[in-house]
């Protein structure tokens, strides 16, 4: 499916995640370590343009690795937009991926629920996030995921910082973790 459409759509995204993602200065990340910038992935997932283009550039990622899933999402809220966008890229390419989010935690009310949206039982299910810095929370949607009973074939993520989340994650989920962006692309050294 890469086709020059899809080149010209990933240069429109690593300009704007370049432009309206990268935040330079001293930050605590979710995993707790400290950086020298942050890649603010929800101005990208969330603005008009770049989310479509998300949206493209996933699924084609995902595809092209030969990796077929018939739902996406991830830990909310980091995922929730990607996991969005990768459905309505499906939709508009003729698909019919559905979208989940996953809670930290499971309910302790209602129907009880750690994953919501379609069921994920017994489907082949593509865990997202934004970026990743440990893996953490794509691991944890990894876990939430099976719990539900579904089956992961992949972790996926826009930006990947280099950090250790993509051993971690194949090591300990023992599926492939793919990403859209590299920190070398961004220019963050």
Known sequence: MTSPQ???SRARL???IKELAVVRGKVILSSGKEADYYIDLRRITLHHEASQLVGEVMLDMVESAGISFQTA???TMG???VGTAVMNASVRNGGTVD???VRKAQKSYGMGRQVEGP???GRDVLVLEDTSTTGGSALTAVEGVRNAGGNVVAVAVIVDRDTGAKERIEAEAGVP???AFGKDELGLD
């Open 6 to 8: 899809i080149a010209a």
């Open 73 to 75: 999402g991830g830990l």
């Open 14 to 16: 690593l300009e704007l």
């Open 99 to 101: 979208a989940f989010v």
């Open 119 to 121: 069921d994920v039982s």
């Open 177 to 179: 973790y793919l990403f």
């Open 79 to 81: 995922a929730d937009p």
